[in-house]
T-cell receptor
Framework: QQQVKQSPQSLIVQKGGISIINCAYE??????FPWYQQFPGKGPALLIA?????SEKKEGRFTISFNKSAKQFSLHIMDSQPGDSATYFC??????????FGSGTRLLVRP | EAQVTQNPRYLITVTGKKLTVTCSQN?????MSWYRQDPGLGLRQIYY???????DKGDVPEGYKVSRKEKRNFPLILESPSPNQTSLYFC???????????????FGPGTRLTVL
């Protein structure tokens, strides 16, 4: 049973385009939603995170949009660059010590 | 340099041969955790530790053991590995103290384990 559903599984975007990755959850107790970025051969690293008291958070070209009523959140990468090619994981936490990850999205940005 | 280190990075073993994957962090973090990463399943938590001598099960603890005798170290033990434990394993640490204030997790470089 996957508590955080992530889509798409893979994504190909042209350089300069917008990459959008979506996640949905069921547990209304989740109150922390981070996104992690993983390059080949490396461990995941925190990219950006949001708490449900705001609907959007932006850091540079990366934006999280959060829809509490729909229980969905998404990552938008503006002006996507080949260096953004990586696997992206959404995650959620419900104030316990557990962090639940989505299944991951492999992003390829073509030059 | 603040980091999480894991050893070994690659390991090929046979069914039933006990092994230990070490994890160490130099950030004085109280929270440490082990995950396994499998294609299409993302990262799944195996065990976590909130502090020295305090550990708890994650979502997929079967076949694994952990111990936390020192703050900086959190080894993962497979007492009788089986082929279904072939995976990419990550250790992580965090300042996270629970209670709704989840914090950034810092991941190690990973250990690729193959059990024949």
């Amino acid at each position: 049973q996957q508590q955080v559903k992530q889509s798409p599984q893979s994504l190909i975007v042209q350089k300069g385009g917008i990459s959008i990755i979506n996640c949905a959850y069921e547990n209304t107790a989740f109150d922390y939603f981070p996104w992690y970025q993983q390059f080949p051969g490396k461990g995941p690293a925190l990219l950006i995170a949001i708490r449900p008291d705001v609907s959007e958070k932006k850091e540079g070209r990366f934006t999280i949009s959060f829809n509490k009523s729909a229980k969905q959140f998404s990552l938008h990468i503006m002006d996507s660059q080949p260096g953004d090619s990586a696997t992206y994981f959404c995650a959620a936490n419900d104030s316990s010590y557990k962090l639940i990850f989505g299944s991951g999205t492999r992003l390829l940005v073509r030059p | 340099e603040a980091q999480v280190t894991q050893n070994p990075r690659y390991l090929i073993t046979v069914t039933g041969k006990k092994l230990t994957v070490t994890c160490s962090q130099n950030m004085n973090h109280e929270y440490m955790s082990w995950y396994r990463q499998d294609p299409g399943l993302g990262l799944r938590q195996i065990y976590y530790s909130m502090n020295v001598e305090v550990t708890d099960k994650g979502d997929v603890p079967e076949g694994y053991k952990v111990s936390r005798k020192e703050k900086r170290n959190f080894p993962l033990i497979l007492e009788s590995p089986s082929p279904n434990q072939t995976s990419l394993y990550f250790c992580a640490s965090s300042l996270w103290k629970g209670g709704g204030k989840a914090d950034t997790q810092y991941f190690g470089p990973g250990t690729r384990l193959t059990v024949l």
